[in-house]
């Protein structure tokens, strides 16, 4: 099986948006400023994240990079089983995520590997956050709503084995 086109525009489209917000920021926003957007509940302000969600995990920049890796080959590897439109799509969404912080990680200073992941949107002053962060939560919000609905999203996994002849169906 091969990762439907879908999940590589849908991919494409958040990272493209993430770098896009990314840039913007880096280019209009001075490090720890807050602009207010909604009062006080949502405001942007640029920060530079070494570490994961809510920072937690500042000096272990290294070791969140590999596991970005590890999750960014998971999601490809579970984009091959997406059985409907919206596990597509969301597998393309929390790709591109992924491979949007990936990216910043990856190229951000302060070096390969140790980047800082570029936030600029915070959340009543709980945590700062970016496109991709939105991305990744959002696509497994749903995915996990559809499955406690009894969505089957993904194929089942293929084995080798040959079927059991002597079960009973």
């Known amino acids: ?52 969600a809510f920072s937690l995990g500042e000096g272990y920049t290294w070791i969140l990079t590999i596991v970005a890796v590890v999750v960014t080959a998971g999601l490809v590897y579970y984009a091959r089983r997406a059985r409907t439109p919206l596990a597509t799509g969301l597998l393309g969404v ?24 570029v936030d600029m949107i915070n959340y009543n002053d709980m945590f700062v956050g970016n496109i991709a962060d939105i991305a990744i939560v959002g696509a497994a919000a749903v995915f996990m709503l559809a499955s406690l609905f009894g969505k089957r999203l993904l194929e089942p996994a293929r084995t080798n084995a040959a079927p059991d002849r002597n079960a009973t169906p």
């Not at 009062?39 to 942007?44: A, E, F, H, K, L």
């Open 1 to 52: 099986m091969r990762v439907r086109p879908a999940v590589w525009l849908a991919a494409i489209l958040v990272i493209a948006i993430d770098l896009f917000s990314k840039q913007w920021a880096l280019a209009a926003l001075m490090p720890g400023v807050k602009h207010p957007v909604i009062g006080d509940v949502i405001s942007v302000q640029l920060v530079f994240n070494s570490g994961a």
């Open 94 to 117: 929390a790709l591109g995520g992924a491979v949007g912080n990936l990216i910043d990680r990856l190229f951000r200073e302060p070096g390969f590997g140790r980047g800082h992941v």
